[in-house]
């Protein structure tokens, strides 16, 4: 059901998505540029969050194969920090430092890690002040490897922090994504 839910709403998205942003282009309208501008967020959240759900539905399936192999760790990470979501950071200009030793390897799946670290950098971008630092740094410590991601912003609660990993949690309902 929900693969086919995605489906039937990934379809219409994908014109919208397209095609919204060339017909901003063209308008010269401010005020007729503005609501394109709310449109495409939404038509792009939309698409967002069926991508998510699909993802998740997807990662709660029992058939779904984990593919583990050694990964380099740094790898991984400038290609979620090459992403499309990860380059809003240049829109407020936020520096990204990686600091992870190019030679720390880890085994895991690439696709969920890739996916791990978009949400967790995307979110510390999403709420950095402008011109703040966004620090990716790992430290192997007995056959484990710890990654933090350091950013300037407000931080969490401790029922935030406690609450991070539940799904659906978001930790402040007033800031539903609206950078994104």
């Known amino acids: 059901f929900i693969h086919q839910l995605g489906h039937d709403l990934r379809t219409p998205l994908t014109p919208l998505c397209t095609l919204l942003p060339i017909a901003r282009s063209l308008e010269k309208d401010p005020e007729i540029q503005e609501f394109l501008d709310v449109t495409i967020e939404s038509a792009g959240y939309m698409k967002d969050m069926v991508q998510k759900i699909l993802l998740l539905a997807k990662l ?3 058939h779904t194969p984990i593919d583990i192999t050694d990964v380099l ?15 809003l ?21 690439t ?15 999403k ?19 710890t990654v933090s991601i350091r950013d300037e912003g407000v931080g969490l609660t401790e029922e935030q ?9 978001k930790g402040d309902r007033a800031r539903h994504d609206l950078k994104s």
């Open 111 to 125: 696709t969920y890690l890739i996916e791990a670290f978009n949400n967790l950098l995307s979110n510390a971008m």
């Open 89 to 109: 950071a240049q829109n407020d200009n936020i520096t990204l430092e990686n600091k992870i030793n190019k030679d720390i390897i880890v085994q895991a799946d």
């Open 161 to 169: 922090q406690a609450k991070m990993f539940d799904e659906f949690y």
């Open 127 to 145: 709420y950095s002040p402008e011109g703040g630092t966004l620090t990716i740094d790992a430290i192997k410590n007995n056959g484990w490897v």
């Open 73 to 87: 760790l740094q790898e991984e990470v400038v290609k979620s920090l090459a992403s499309s979501e990860v380059c």
């Open 60 to 62: 709660n399936s029992d």
